[in-house]
Nanobody, 125 residues
Framework: QVQLVESGGGLVRAGGSLRLSCAAS????????MGWIRQSPGKEHEFVAV????????VYADSVKGRFTISGDSAKNTVNLQMNSLKPEDTAVYYC??????????????????WGQGTQVTVSS
């Protein structure tokens, strides 16, 4: 079965940078897309960024556009999230997500069959 394992979370001051990484294993062939979703206390899941493997199209939430960059390797099923100019409002648990089913909607936190355990990102002011 598919497992997603994240790494790279932590505590950083506002304006700083962090890099999250995620590796998928176990039956990972033909993944359609991989991405990141975050959740802050008391809030619903929020879409952050996604990369579609067949054409390398990337989509970002407006709140992170220009500050975050998603990248990855489709052959290895690994995905990274470089986060620059971090703000306190970026504080959340970040989940790596993946799905095999093609979807026209890329900027939604829904529709992912596979989730990592989550990694905490805390940005202090």
């Amino acid at each position: 079965q598919v497992q997603l394992v994240e790494s790279g979370g932590g505590l950083v001051r506002a304006g700083g940078s962090l890099r999250l990484s995620c590796a998928a294993s176990g039956g990972t062939f033909s993944m359609h897309r991989m991405g990141w979703i975050r959740q802050s206390p008391g809030k619903e899941h929020e879409f952050v960024a996604v990369i579609r493997w067949n054409d390398a199209v990337t989509v970002y939430a407006d709140s992170v556009k220009g500050r975050f960059t998603i990248s990855g390797d489709s052959a290895k099923n690994t995905v990274n999230l470089q986060m620059n100019s971090l703000k306190p409002e970026d504080t959340a648990v970040y989940y790596c997500v993946a799905d095999r089913t093609p979807s026209r909607v890329l900027n939604s936190p829904r529709g992912y069959d596979y989730w990592g355990q989550g990694t905490q990102v805390t940005v202090s002011s």
